[in-house]
């Protein structure tokens, strides 16, 4: 049996088990106050460090998602509408054209590519009937058009190879034509120049300046 002890104005304290002589008495009633203190506290010290886990979760989610970090580490990408301002010849006949008056268009998606450019310095005459030009006013119409789509790869973090699917230009289609240019990406402008094709490198390579346009 336990004995319970009584103060001096007849309230109950705590209950102990009678115990041997020399034994510290053992508590086995409700604990001391300093004890259920204690123990409050920490249980608010876990919580409070539960939720100082988890808001510091949710700041470091919502910090890598954010636009600003979204491409950080990233390559930039080429894909996207592009066209051309200025094309550089080199060799013998070396010069820089603007193409201000050039209609053209290059678009890239994940692994293909389109390229339409009309290469004339001005309005290209329109044949008054097909079926009766002559070759030379066909050629004017039609000659300075360039058009070609196929597929793409970029190597080495600086090399742009296409493999052209169609082309205005049979002899630049079909298995193993590709053209292999090296690039250069600077946030919306591009230069593109030629290094090699199926039959060697360029002797006399052009670079092609364009910007963005989507």
């Given at each position: 049996?336990?004995?319970?002890?009584l103060s001096g104005d007849g309230m109950k304290r705590e209950e102990y088990a009678p115990n041997?002589?020399?034994?510290?008495?053992?508590?086995?009633?409700?604990?001391?106050?300093?004890?259920?203190?204690?123990?409050?506290?920490?249980?608010?010290?876990?919580?409070?460090?539960?939720?100082?886990?988890?808001?510091?979760?949710?700041?470091?989610?919502?910090?890598?998602?954010?636009?600003?970090?979204?491409?950080?580490?990233?390559?930039?990408?080429?894909?996207?509408?592009?066209?051309?301002?200025?094309?550089?010849?080199?060799?013998?006949?070396?010069?820089?054209?603007?193409?201000?008056?050039?209609?053209?268009?290059?678009?890239?998606?994940?692994?293909?590519?389109?390229?339409?450019?009309?290469?004339?310095?001005?309005?290209?005459?329109?044949?008054?009937?097909?079926?009766?030009?002559?070759?030379?006013?066909?050629?004017?119409?039609?000659?300075?058009?360039?058009?070609?789509?196929?597929?793409?790869?970029?190597?080495?973090?600086?090399?742009?190879?296409?493999?052209?699917?169609?082309?205005?230009?049979?002899?630049?289609?079909?298995?193993?034509?590709?053209?292999?240019?090296?690039y250069k990406l600077e946030g919306d402008t591009i230069w593109v120049t030629q290094q090699r094709?199926?039959?060697?490198?360029?002797?006399?390579?052009?670079?092609?300046?364009?910007?963005?346009?989507?």
């Open positions: 049996m336990s004995a319970r002890a041997p002589a020399g034994s510290p008495k053992k508590f086995i009633g409700r604990q001391p106050k300093a004890a259920h203190w204690a123990h409050a506290r920490y249980r608010a010290f876990f919580r409070e460090a539960h939720v100082a886990k988890l808001l510091a979760v949710v700041l470091t989610v919502v910090l890598l998602s954010s636009p600003g970090n979204a491409g950080q580490g990233k390559p930039a990408s080429i894909q996207g509408v592009w066209r051309a301002v200025e094309v550089t010849l080199t060799g013998p006949a070396a010069r820089t054209i603007a193409f201000t008056d050039r209609p053209n268009l290059t678009i890239f998606t994940a692994r293909h590519y389109s390229r339409i450019e009309v290469q004339a310095d001005g309005p290209r005459p329109i044949p008054a009937d097909v079926a009766k030009a002559s070759a030379d006013e066909l050629r004017a119409a039609w000659g300075p058009f360039v058009a070609e789509g196929g597929t793409y790869e970029l190597t080495n973090g600086s090399l742009l190879t296409v493999r052209p699917i169609a082309a205005k230009n049979p002899a630049v289609m079909g298995p193993g034509v590709f053209i292999t240019y090296s094709n199926q039959n060697g490198p360029f002797p006399n390579p052009v670079t092609f300046k364009s910007v963005r346009v989507e």
